[in-house]
């Protein structure tokens, strides 16, 4: 029967590796995506036919291409050199029925427990035990939701595509807090961030950064009051301590860059240039007791009085 003989290797080795094993093979994995592709199966099932068709298959049609290079009579070269080839891919079927195993027995623990999650109002958990309450559109969450993780995170607001999306507030599993706009999925707009350690941040935000007007009140009441890049303070700022000191002037990448005016809580004041938050340029030190430094500072100090 030409089923023993193909177990049994009987057949040709060019047919059994090229065609049978080769050709057929990759024929069946294919169909099993397209099908999959053109929706005639959910997608959460491809896994379960990679299991249950292909890899039977390949499995018999392995050993079948193994016993007859093992049976090939001429140049034995071409004999070691399927069986080499073969050996990959039993490899590789070996990892995908263990990882196809542990996705189906994810996607068996996420599911929809209620309503509708496609186009409607419904509840969605996951394995990790995270879970979302709220609007879907065509699959993926759409308007107003609740996403709760399990480490005690959640986010309550809009949503579009999936994304966080509108109006939200973000509660960190460390209490930080984030109350205000989402673009795609990242703080845009106008927004407040509050650390778990008091600090906080009121203004503007692009692309998950603070950018913008904004003011950053720190955990001991100190403030800085201005613009910021990329998360940054960054352009005109006026940083005021608690201790009665006060900055007013530029800023470069977070620190003091170019013309402002320092006063430290004893009244001591320096007007002038700063480079990587200390003076730097043309500047001048004036001391509550009277003492005047004008000249060429350097890193913190004068190098040039002038």
Sequence with gaps: MPFVEFWKGKI?????????????G??????????SEYGYYEDDKTNLYLVTILIPYLVFCSVGTWRSASNYK????????????????????????????SDSEQNQLSECIKGDCNNGYGTYTWNTGDKYIGEWKDGKRNGQGTLTWVNGAKYVGEYKDGKYHGQGTYTFADGSKYVGE???GLEHGQGTYTWANGSKYVGEYK?????GQGTYTYANDDKYVAEYKDGKMHGQGTYTGTDGSKYVGEYKDGKMH????????????????????????????????????????????????N
């Design 182 to 184: 989402y673009k795609d």
């Design 26 to 35: 990759y024929l069946i994995f294919f169909t099993i995506l397209m099908l």
């Design 12 to 24: 040709s080795l060019v047919w059994m590796f090229w065609f049978y094993y080769w050709f057929v």
């Design 207 to 211: 692309d998950g950064l603070e950018h």
């Design 258 to 305: 170019g013309q402002g005016t320092f006063t430290w809580s004893n009244d001591d004041k320096y007007v002038g240039e700063w480079k990587d938050g200390k003076q730097h340029g043309q500047g001048t030190y004036t001391g509550t007791d009277g003492t005047v430094e004008k000249g060429i500072w350097k890193d913190g100090e004068l190098v040039e009085p």
């Design 74 to 101: 001429g140049l034995q070269f071409w004999a070691n050199l399927t069986k080499l080839l073969i050996i990959g891919p039993i490899v590789g079927l070996i990892l995908v029925f263990f990882f196809a195993y």
